[in-house]
């Protein structure tokens, strides 16, 4: 049974750049049809989808964080990672990777806080 | 396309029914609606996919039907286990986007 855990800083100041890593265990991240997530929760508040990557590289992101965010796989290690720089307290949000074909999303990380804050 | 979920709060006992909407903006393609389930301080956990499809290991209290615009949850007795925030989840392909609902909050009454 696959496993994701997301790993990076719990704290990022204003106007830098967010970092998190996932590690998936117990699967082969470069498994056909597949694809790698990030998905976020303001506090409180409801999901939102950041972007996907397939094992080859290809990514998808939304239109709204598109221009501040890099998704980046890295087969050897069964790990993807998620940039997102220009931090504001708005990206304060509990942020989640995740695997599933294009259309949904069958297993989640359990997530991790990241705050923005000086 | 945006997706709007009703009521916002559901106060139910258990043993009740539960019905929860999910009202597409325009029509969407059904094999790309999916249902999720979220507990307070938990990951959000796949219930159904393809509007109708169960999840591995989802109770058969679960169903999920429509089409178009108009995408329906029911539980058909609810459990204790049951009270938490449910969303739905759409996917468009051109280009690839992912977007949910704002979420339904089934509290106990």
């Known amino acids: 049974q696959v496993q994701l855990q997301e790993s990076g800083p719990g704290l990022v100041k204003p106007s830098q750049t967010l970092s998190l890593t996932c590690t998936v265990t117990?699967?082969?991240?470069?498994?056909?049809?597949?694809?790698w997530s990030w998905v976020r929760q303001h506090p409180g508040k409801g999901l939102e989808w950041i972007g996907y990557i397939y094992y080859s590289g290809t990514t998808y992101y939304n239109p709204s964080l598109k221009s501040r965010v890099t998704i980046s796989v890295d087969t050897s290690k069964n790990q993807f990672s998620l940039k997102l720089s220009s931090v504001t307290a708005a990206d304060t949000a509990v942020y989640y990777c995740a695997r599933g074909m294009l259309w949904d999303f069958d297993s989640w990380g359990q997530g991790t806080l990241v705050t923005v804050s000086s | 396309i945006v997706l709007t979920q009703s009521p916002d709060t559901l106060s139910l006992s258990a043993g009740e029914r539960a019905t929860l909407s999910c009202r597409a903006s325009q029509s969407v393609t059904s094999s790309y609606l999916a249902w999720y389930q979220q507990k307070p301080g938990q990951a959000p956990r796949l219930l159904i996919y393809?509007?109708?499809f169960k999840a591995t290991g989802i109770p058969a209290r679960f169903s999920g039907s429509g089409s178009g615009t108009d995408f329906t949850l029911t539980i058909s007795r609810l459990e204790p286990e049951d009270f938490a925030i449910y969303y739905c989840q759409h996917y468009t392909s051109s280009p690839p986007m992912c977007s949910f609902g704002q979420g339904t909050k089934l509290e106990i009454k």
């Open positions: 117990g699967g082969s991240i470069s498994i056909a049809d597949y694809y």
């Open positions: 393809g509007a109708s």
